[in-house]
């Protein structure tokens, strides 16, 4: 696999230029994005509703479309997860992001539709890879498996039709094909949903894989992290992964968990931050020696 890094960070890197364009040209690439959410979405309810066939600017879009809490969008989501379609979207939408939310109810469950999840999830997540070969050309990344600690709720179905989970839960199950080559662990341990015993599997799983990288919320990734060194008698997840090279976190603020880190793992190793939510992914680092992150302006979401 190593003979295939050279190729694999050339083919990953291709994606550069698109992406400074957008940096370099940011309100147009925002003009663009909306203007295709406005055109793809004109002939559904709330497309209807505000015109959205006379809206070909942002002045216009801002005048006649009102800001809408999540409160607002309820009614129609609920209508959604009963079965409902083109209330919000123009594809039909099956399913929803349960989410930690801010208003009077416990949870939000953000629609999920299929141009969300590969317009703006994975390509972002392609994107992620592209800016980090920018920085490291060398990287041996992709000839080992990316260790994914992903969220702890199971796929739940609200219907035939209409399922609700975490969002890395909708991620994981439906991801590409090739994605299930080079992510560890298995689907079924990855969407377990009890925490202890879902760390111990993930550990027993993967103790013996290439890992190349990791991702997570620090505070259960340092829970595996512990448990590994324990299983494994090591003092370092870089004698246990010696081509581990990459830990991609978010969630939290990182700056209370670097130390621990860098004494857990080890060194040589990257660090790159990113910002994905229920609602969307938003950015992500793109300089190492930054601490900001980049937002990602062409992923299908009007800021």
């Given at each position: 696999?190593?003979?295939l890094s050279?190729?694999?960070?050339?083919?990953?890197?291709?994606?550069?230029?698109?992406?400074?364009?957008?940096?370099?040209?940011?309100?147009?690439?925002?003009?663009?994005?909306?203007?295709?959410?406005?055109?793809?979405?004109?002939?559904?309810?709330?497309?209807?509703?505000?015109?959205?066939?006379?809206?070909?600017n942002?002045?216009?879009?801002?005048?006649?479309?009102?800001?809408?809490?999540?409160?607002?969008?309820?009614?129609?989501?609920?209508?959604l997860?009963?079965?409902?379609?083109?209330?919000?979207?123009?594809?039909?939408?099956n399913?929803?992001?349960?989410?930690?939310?801010t208003?009077?109810?416990?949870?939000?469950?953000?629609?999920?539709?299929?141009?969300?999840?590969?317009?703006?999830?994975?390509?972002?997540?392609?994107?992620?890879?592209?800016?980090?070969?920018?920085?490291?050309?060398?990287?041996?990344?992709l000839?080992?498996?990316?260790?994914?600690?992903?969220?702890s709720?199971?796929?739940?179905?609200?219907n035939?039709?209409a399922?609700?989970?975490?969002?890395?839960?909708?991620?994981?199950?439906?991801?590409?094909?090739?994605?299930?080559?080079?992510?560890?662990?298995?689907l079924?341990?990855?969407?377990?949903?009890?925490?202890?015993?879902?760390?111990?599997?993930?550990a027993?799983?993967?103790?013996?894989?290439?890992?190349?990288?990791?991702?997570?919320?620090?505070?259960?990734?340092?829970v595996?992290?512990?448990?590994?060194?324990?299983?494994?008698?090591?003092?370092t997840?870089?004698?246990?992964?010696?081509?581990?090279?990459?830990?991609?976190?978010?969630?939290?603020?990182?700056?209370?968990?670097?130390?621990?880190?860098?004494?857990?793992?080890?060194?040589?190793?990257?660090?790159?931050?990113?910002?994905?939510?229920?609602?969307?992914?938003?950015?992500?680092?793109?300089?190492?020696?930054e601490?900001?992150?980049?937002?990602?302006?062409?992923?299908g979401?009007?800021?």
């Amino acid at each position: 696999m190593k003979i295939l890094s050279p190729a694999i960070s050339r083919l990953a890197r291709l994606r550069i230029g698109p992406i400074e364009q957008w940096m370099q040209d940011p309100i147009a690439a925002q003009r663009e994005v909306l203007q295709d959410l406005v055109t793809h979405a004109q002939n559904t309810e709330i497309g209807r509703k505000y015109g959205f066939h006379e809206l070909f600017n942002i002045r216009a879009f801002k005048q006649r479309v009102p800001i809408h809490e999540y409160n607002d969008l309820k009614p129609s989501i609920e209508r959604l997860m009963q079965g409902e379609q083109y209330l919000l979207w123009n594809t039909p939408v099956n399913w929803f992001a349960k989410s930690s939310g801010t208003t009077s109810d416990k949870s939000k469950f953000i629609p999920v539709s299929e141009e969300s999840l590969h317009n703006c999830h994975y390509q972002s997540a392609k994107d992620v890879l592209t800016l980090y070969y920018n920085f490291n050309p060398d990287s041996d990344l992709l000839t080992g498996k990316g260790l994914v600690i992903g969220g702890s709720h199971q796929v739940n179905a609200i219907n035939e039709d209409a399922f609700y989970g975490d969002l890395s839960a909708i991620l994981l199950e439906n991801a590409p094909f090739w994605g299930q080559w080079i992510r560890t662990p298995e689907l079924s341990i990855a969407l377990m949903d009890e925490w202890e015993g879902k760390i111990e599997r993930l550990a027993q799983s993967t103790i013996n894989e290439n890992v190349t990288s990791i991702s997570g919320v620090p505070t259960w990734t340092m829970v595996l992290i512990k448990r590994i060194l324990e299983i494994s008698g090591r003092s370092t997840l870089k004698e246990v992964w010696p081509n581990l090279e990459l830990y991609i976190h978010g969630g939290v603020s990182f700056v209370p968990y670097r130390e621990q880190f860098k004494r857990l793992v080890g060194e040589p190793i990257n660090y790159l931050e990113m910002y994905n939510a229920s609602e969307g992914f938003f950015a992500a680092q793109d300089n190492p020696d930054e601490d900001g992150m980049l937002l990602f302006l062409q992923h299908g979401i009007f800021l």
